[in-house]
T-cell receptor, first 117, second 117 residues
Framework: EAGVTQFPSHSVIEKGQTVTLRCDPI?????LYWYRRVMGKEIKFLLH????????ESGMPNNRFLAERTGGTYSTLKVQPAELEDSGVYFC???????????????FGPGTRLLVL | AQKVTQAQTEISVVEKEDVTLDCVYE???????LFWYKQPPSGELVFLIR??????QNEISGRYSWNFQKSTSSFNFTITASQVVDSAVYFC??????????????FGKGTKLTVNP
């Protein structure tokens, strides 16, 4: 079974440009998460989809970030316009549907390394 | 508020030594889950273990073992007879089980383990 995949693996852009990151979750996983690790800091939660709906977007830093998950399959995270502080590694994770307060394990992709110059 | 502290930023050992990675957490909930992930040099986050707050049994998997102690809010990870392939950054993470809420993970800053031959 294929794991979580992310594209691209690396992206170098200039400040003010737009970048779109893509995540393909494990097949059948309803939950999809985006996280980010800025240099030297913790991995931090950005948002959570359940199928195509945003369950929690409390971690999104500002309105320059837009996440979508059309059809409840893959997801995209667009940064527009990118700023220097957006540089970091963006991870995607997916998990199966939960029930009754039981938490499923999140399986992570390899991440996209974004560098904004 | 949830918080995970990994006080050891970097650890360096010689092959075959035992090493323990510390993880201390804070949460107000009585129901929560703890995780360990490994990030090898290739960059992906690899799931190692999940523990729920009602199960304080220690776990052993090969050379890996985990010691969960609610009394000290700790979930430490020990590698016995370390090998070069164990070199990686190890992350401890916490997730609560909110009713209908997001199961986002809160990560520690990670401990970089280097095992020298």
């Amino acid at each position: 079974e294929a794991g979580v995949t992310q594209f691209p693996s690396h992206s170098v852009i200039e400040k003010g440009q737009t970048v779109t990151l893509r995540c393909d979750p494990i097949s059948g996983h309803d939950n999809l998460y985006w996280y980010r690790r800025v240099m030297g800091k913790e991995i931090k939660f950005l948002l959570h989809f359940v199928k195509e709906s945003k369950q929690d977007e409390s971690g999104m830093p500002n309105n320059r970030f837009l996440a979508e998950r059309t059809g409840g399959t893959y997801s995209t995270l667009k940064v527009q316009p990118a700023e220097l502080e957006d540089s970091g590694v963006y991870f995607c994770a997916s998990s199966q549907a939960k029930g009754g307060g039981f938490i499923e394990t999140q399986y992570f992709g390899p991440g996209t390394r974004l560098l904004v110059l | 508020a949830q918080k995970v502290t990994q006080a050891q930023t970097e650890i360096s050992v010689v092959e075959k030594e035992d090493v323990t990675l510390d993880c201390v957490y804070e949460t107000r909930d009585t129901t929560y889950y703890l995780f360990w992930y490994k990030q090898p040099p290739s960059g992906e986050l690899v799931f190692l273990i999940r523990r729920n707050s009602f199960d304080e049994q220690n776990e052993i998997s090969g050379r890996y073992s985990w010691n969960f102690q609610k009394s000290t809010s700790s979930f430490n990870f020990t590698i016995t007879a370390s090998q070069v392939v164990d070199s990686a950054v190890y992350f401890c993470a916490l997730s609560e089980a909110p009713q209908g809420g997001s199961e986002k993970l809160v990560f520690g800053k990670g401990t970089k383990l280097t095992v020298n031959p």
